[in-house]
């Protein structure tokens, strides 16, 4: 007798954002402390105080940089997770508002 696939509940994190985040696809650059070093990255999905950013690796990436989008708004950002090719930014300048 077949009987059906048993399949398991999709883990669901609960949300810990301040904000939602908005499905983006906007090209930015990494700059690190002391401006001598950049990545270029991806911005995946973005709010207010925060994004999701895509790089070719995370690896060399310190835990606070600038991140630039190509229409010049620059945001100070602090890593809040990091993945092998992505990584969750909070917007310092946010924090204040």
Do not use: Y
Request: positive net charge.
């Amino acid at each position: 007798m077949n009987q059906p696939a048993m399949t398991q509940p999709a883990m669901t994190q609960p949300e810990r954002r301040r904000q939602p985040r908005l499905r983006a696809l906007k090209a930015g650059r990494a700059i690190l402390p002391g401006g001598h070093s950049t990545f270029d990255c991806m911005i995946r999905n973005l709010s207010p105080v925060g994004a999701k950013v895509t790089f070719e690796s995370t690896a060399d990436i310190p835990p606070q940089f600038r991140l630039r989008f190509d229409d010049g708004t620059t945001h100070d950002c602090a890593v809040k997770w990091r993945s092998e090719r992505e990584m969750g930014v909070e917007f310092l300048d946010a924090r204040a508002s």
